[in-house]
Nanobody, 126 residues
Framework: QVQLLESGGGLVQAGGSLRLSCAASGRTFTNYAMGWFRQAPGKEREFVAA????????YYADSVKGRFTISRDNAKNTLLLQMNSLKPEDTAVYYC???????????????????WGQGTQVTVSS
């Protein structure tokens, strides 16, 4: 089992940047395909970005493609999400998630992730 803890959220003006971190503990970090999801008030949780178990393959939602970058710091067991050119519609609670160890492919479906962090709030003002 793996435990996930997000950090790095906050309040930023439109056009600004934030970098989210997700610290993983419990088992070998590189065994997990991981992803970022977000949930805005009154909306369902939606996919943001994901990568495969050693970060070889990445997927992005169309709404963030070209602005957000998912990456890993394996030495620190940390998943990162660099968010640039932020827009008010990016406002949400951001969650990192990990798939079960046997499933190493990246996935855009939240139901394929077994482990979730508690979330970090990102607010983008106009």
């Amino acid at each position: 089992q793996v435990q996930l803890l997000e950090s790095g959220g906050g309040l930023v003006q439109a056009g600004g940047s934030l970098r989210l971190s997700c610290a993983a503990s419990g088992r070998t970090f590189t065994n997990y395909a991981m992803g970022w999801f977000r949930q805005a008030p009154g909306k369902e949780r939606e996919f943001v970005a994901a990568d495969s178990w050693i970060g070889l393959i990445t997927y992005y939602a169309d709404s963030v493609k070209g602005r957000f970058t998912i990456s890993r710091d394996n030495a620190k067991n940390t998943l990162l999400l660099q968010m640039n050119s932020l827009k008010p519609e990016d406002t949400a609670v951001y969650y990192c998630a990990a798939r079960p160890p046997l499933y190493r492919e990246a996935s855009v479906h939240s139901y394929e992730y077994d482990y979730w962090g508690q979330g970090t709030q990102v607010t983008v003002s106009s």
